[in-house]
């Protein structure tokens, strides 16, 4: 039975508890009383309001968008991933463009955010992605291969399978410009290629991989079912409750299809 995910990454956005509020009002109310069997949404709120995304809808689970590798000590402004998880959090956004962009983060630093969010049984959805400098030169190819080998490095099979892939690629974050469905689906095949190659083709088929990058609800079958996607990651449209349940939504529905 296929499985779908929303992943909603509100950033640093929601500038007070008032506003938390009222977004946890307008989510709860739209989906009251809606039941999903094939999708999961992920809502990752900022940090300091984690504690408030507690009680949540059913099918609505609630995640983090960073951890620090280390379990405690002195790492100044950190968040260890014992916290996280001791907050109820269930999945953890891990090497986004923005955190790479203006935290500096290398792929060898976020795979031992990986290893420290599985050992502390969350799940890390982990972005990847080309720049627009790659994309114009025909490297993307070459640019995801490096990132996936060494972000999955020494990875046993049953870890590999605990991490979810968003493809993002970075020209396309928070712009109004979409890869192809023809596009998205390369990518698709490509990972499914290099995940065979590090494993085999049954743990290859088991890791989740979802498209991120200016999605909307009015083209997500374009990136995403009909691209062989699982699911997509979401940044602008997440600050609209509404628009994040109407995914779930379509998604079902696509699933429903499937069956």
């Not at 962009?101 to 792929?107: A, K, Q, S, V």
């Not at 290893?115 to 080309?130: D, Y």
């Not at 698709?188 to 990058?213: C, H, N, P, Q, S």
């Amino acid at each position: 039975m296929r499985k779908f995910y929303v992943v909603g990454n509100l950033k640093m956005n929601i500038l007070s508890r008032e506003e938390v509020t009222q977004y946890l009002s307008v989510l709860k109310r739209e989906a009251e009383n809606k039941h999903y069997q094939h999708v999961t949404l992920v809502v990752c709120p900022p940090f300091l309001y984690l504690s408030q995304f507690d009680d949540l809808p059913q099918g609505i689970a609630k995640g983090a968008q960073n951890l620090f590798s280390e379990k405690s000590g002195a790492y100044t402004g950190e968040i260890s991933p014992v916290m996280l998880k001791n907050d109820n959090v269930e999945y953890v956004i891990l090497g986004h463009s923005e955190r790479r962009r203006y935290g500096g983060e290398t792929n060898e630093m976020i795979r031992g955010k990986i290893l420290a969010a599985i050992k502390h049984h969350m799940t890390p959805i982990v972005c990847i992605g080309e720049t627009e400098k790659e994309r114009r030169a025909e490297e993307t190819d070459r640019a995801l291969e490096l990132q996936i080998k060494t972000l999955f490095s020494g990875f046993s099979k049953s870890q590999a399978e605990r991490v979810i892939v968003a493809y993002e690629p970075l020209w396309a974050v928070g712009t109004d410009v979409v890869p192809t469905t023809g596009e998205i689906l390369q990518v698709r095949v490509l990972l499914r290629k290099l995940f065979t190659e590090m494993f085999d083709a049954e743990t290859a088929g088991r890791i989740v991989i979802l498209y991120g990058g200016s999605v909307k609800s009015s083209f997500l079958g374009a990136v995403s079912w009909e691209a062989e996607m699982d699911g997509v990651l979401v940044g602008r449209e997440s600050l609209f409750p509404y628009e994040l349940v109407k995914m779930m939504g379509l998604f079902e529905e696509a699933a429903g299809k499937e069956l």
